[in-house]
């Protein structure tokens, strides 16, 4: 892990050098997009930017005569193009950008329309939404009621397996009243209703994708082989290629029913390392950059030409125990090692003092966070008191999975030597991004670092899909929590029409949460972003995703 750490002050210096002589020789290392769907193979190693790099540098065109293509550096690849088949947030936006939903959030996460144009509550489990007309996919089919009935229908049809299904799975059925008209009946009242419908993952599919998807799965493969490769959205923007692992080209919509996009392409490529990211920035290779690390803040403020964009989050960063196995089964070892490591150190240490300490799951801009609540505190004396009554006096040895995201890095690091103070031997294992989801969701890890984005905004879904046993693996629950009570609340707080019963119901969950320990809740970040004085109108959604709708490219 030393040697890793240097080579992170060297490589930035190496690769403005190597920059500067390619731009000089003028090489040519262009690569074409295959589309394959596969999981990302990380940074290609390549960080000589490609031929068109000088002219990303002038003014945002590209080679093919001025055209303004946006160029993105960020950490790691999406697993898949389809909306409903990922939970990832490299997924999330891209979807974003290629489908539309019913509903959107806006930056004050307030409810607006978007291919729904307007909608109404018809009694206390109907929901009436009226739709956009004359919207076409494109692959040229139309938009309408049969198509949003088709979309929430394979959310929720076993074969598919939909891991969002828990965003819909309250829908007992909809109701196609004309080609314009759609009624939402659920099986309770369901409150947070409307903000699931703004969720990324309830994109809009067109019919004759999720039919060819349908022929993929009925031929043996499994659902999202087709979408995966082939998105077929109304959104902004469209695929133009995909090299897995190395970079992904959206183009514009042109037949966008909304504004049209203000750049012809966004491209986002793969730069696993925070210092090549900021270099590709300072030398106008890359317009935006995500993230940036606490530890490089300063170093970016400090860029002529550039600025760091902050926006506080609905998100969570947490250390998750697989309490499927031992001896992570037994709450006494997950509070022991809650109170051996001290968040406050990872927070001032690590993330340089940005965002702020978690008590629980929740954000406080989320709604039914409760202020109340307590957290675990930092005690190792108490600590090692519980591991004396689990029997684990002695200790034990295990493993904390992360990704190649550098702060979960020095996470790990972290945590690995504090837990050596309880006999515990922690071995670390950085995994590529693809598998690392894969691999948590199936279950194989003891201990893991990673991140949830409460993105409707809602406790219901900060909660339910992380936390209650309908969603264990894929879709959320990646500590595999089974608890009967905290179920029970979940289940309740999701039916509640009433607000202050219904916060009710989410103290005691929150409060369940702090004592059961299925992971240490560390904080709430800030996302860091780099981006180009050039770069006009970007904005990052609370939600975690960046924003490139109304985006230009000034001189």
């Known amino acids: 892990m030393a040697g890793s750490k240097r080579l992170r002050w060297v490589f930035p210096f190496l690769v403005i050098v190597i920059m500067l002589f390619v731009s000089a020789c003028s090489g040519n290392s262009g690569s074409s997009g295959s589309g394959e769907n596969k999981p990302p193979e990380g940074n290609s190693g390549n960080t000589t930017p490609p031929e068109t790099g000088n002219k990303y540098k002038e003014e945002g065109k590209t080679a093919e005569g001025g055209a303004k293509d946006l160029v993105v550096a960020w950490l790691s690849d999406p697993p898949s193009m389809d909306p409903h088949m990922s939970t990832d947030q490299q997924t999330s936006v891209m979807t974003t950008h290629i489908y539309d939903t019913l509903l959107k959030h806006d930056k004050d996460l307030k409810i607006q ?8 509550a018809v009694d206390d489990v109907t929901w009436e939404f009226k739709l956009r007309q004359g919207i076409k996919f494109i692959d040229g089919s139309v938009f309408n009621a049969e198509v949003v009935k ?45 903000a699931h419908l703004a969720h990324p993952g309830v994109g809009m ?35 133009d290629n995909w090299n897995p692992g190395q970079e992904v080209k959206l183009v514009r919509n042109d037949d966008h029913w909304g504004e049209k996009a203000k750049v012809d392409s966004v491209t986002f490529k793969v730069v696993s390392e925070d210092g090549t990211r900021i270099a590709e920035l300072e030398t106008g290779y ?23 964009n902050r926006q506080a989050s609905l998100s969570l960063s947490y250390i998750g125990f697989n309490m499927q196995k031992k001896p992570f089964d037994d709450v006494r070892v997950r509070q022991a090692l809650s109170m051996a490591i001290n968040k406050d150190e990872i927070i001032s240490g690590i993330y340089e003092g940005t965002g702020i300490p978690a008590v629980g799951p929740l954000a406080p801009n989320v709604n039914g966070y409760d202020a109340s609540v307590k957290p675990i505190e930092h005690n190792m004396e108490k600590a090692k008191e519980l591991m004396k ?46 598998a690392y989801l894969a691999q948590t969701a199936e279950g194989k890890h003891d201990m893991f670092v990673l991140g949830w984005s409460t993105v409707t905004a809602d406790a219901d879904y900060g ?52 004592e059961l320990a299925p992971m240490l809740y560390i904080h709430h970040q800030e996302y860091l972003d780099g981006v180009s004085d050039k770069v006009k109108g970007y904005w990052r959604h609370p939600n975690g995703i960046m924003q490139f709708h109304g985006v230009s490219i000034e001189p």
Do not use: C
């Not at 329309?113 to 109404?120: H, I």
């Not at 684990?392 to 030597?417: C, H, M």
């Open 113 to 120: 329309p978007s291919l729904a144009e307007s909608w109404k």
């Open 150 to 194: 088709a979309n929430i229908d394979r959310m929720l049809d076993p074969k598919v397996a939909s891991p969002r299904a828990g965003l819909v799975d309250m829908v007992k059925e909809v109701k196609v009243i004309d080609e314009n008209t759609v009624q939402f009946v659920t099986a309770y009242p369901f409150s947070p209703l409307l």
């Open 205 to 239: 599919v067109s019919a004759e994708g999720i039919k060819q998807d349908y022929e993929k799965v009925n031929a043996g493969e499994k659902a999202g082989a087709y979408l995966a490769q082939n998105p077929a959205g109304t959104g902004t923007f469209k695929l």
């Open 286 to 308: 890359a317009h935006v950059i995500d993230p940036v690390s606490p530890s490089s803040i300063s170093r970016v403020e400090g860029l002529d030409g550039a600025s760091l």
């Open 389 to 434: 009554e689990a029997g684990l006096e002695k200790g034990f040895s295990t493993t904390i999975w992360t990704n190649d995201n550098p702060e979960r890095i020095k996470i790990a690091e972290y945590v690995q030597s504090k837990l050596k103070e309880l006999n515990v031997e922690v071995k670390i294992e950085v995994m590529e991004w693809g």
């Open 463 to 514: 909660l339910y899909l992380v936390f209650h046993s309908a969603n264990v693996g894929e879709p959320g629950n990646r500590t595999f929590t089974k608890d009967a009570e905290l179920d029970r609340l979940l289940d309740e707080g999701r039916k509640e029409n009433d607000p202050a019963k219904r916060l009710a119901l989410y103290q005691q969950a929150q409060e369940k949460l702090v």
